[in-house]
Nanobody, 116 residues
Framework: QVQLVESGGGLVQPGGSLRLSCVASGTIFTFYEMGWYRQVPGKQRELVAVITSGGRINYVDSVKGRFTISRDNAKKAVYLQMNSLKPEDTAVYYC??????????WGQGTQVTVSS
């Protein structure tokens, strides 16, 4: 059974930083794509950043220059370094791992709150 476990969320002041981590278990295969999504109540889950096994990266425009995604294929892990955090970054952040088309796995989510 494939599982993704996130860690690193919490409460931070505007302008602060957090680092999210996600580690996968239960599969011997390398995820084609791993990424981070976020969701606030009443809104759809949105893509924050994704990275392929070959290192190709995409960010949503609102986080470019502030967030950095990275991964360790050997550890089946993906990370999100979040700097210069803003109140509008407040959300539940979900880790995603994609083994193929229509073969997605999700973590349980970790709360990130940016507030003074």
């Amino acid at each position: 059974q494939v599982q993704l476990v996130e860690s690193g969320g919490g409460l931070v002041q505007p302008g602060g930083s957090l680092r999210l981590s996600c580690v996968a278990s239960g599969t011997i295969f390398t995820f084609y794509e791993m990424g981070w999504y976020r969701q606030v109540p009443g809104k759809q889950r949105e893509l924050v950043a994704v990275i392929t096994s070959g290192g190709r990266i995409n960010y949503v425009d609102s986080v470019k220059g502030r967030f950095t995604i990275s991964r360790d294929n050997a550890k089946k892990a993906v990370y999100l370094q979040m700097n210069s955090l803003k109140p509008e970054d407040t959300a539940v952040y979900y880790c995603n791992g994609r083994l193929g088309v229509g073969n997605d796995y999700w973590g349980q989510g970790t709360q990130v709150t940016v507030s003074s």
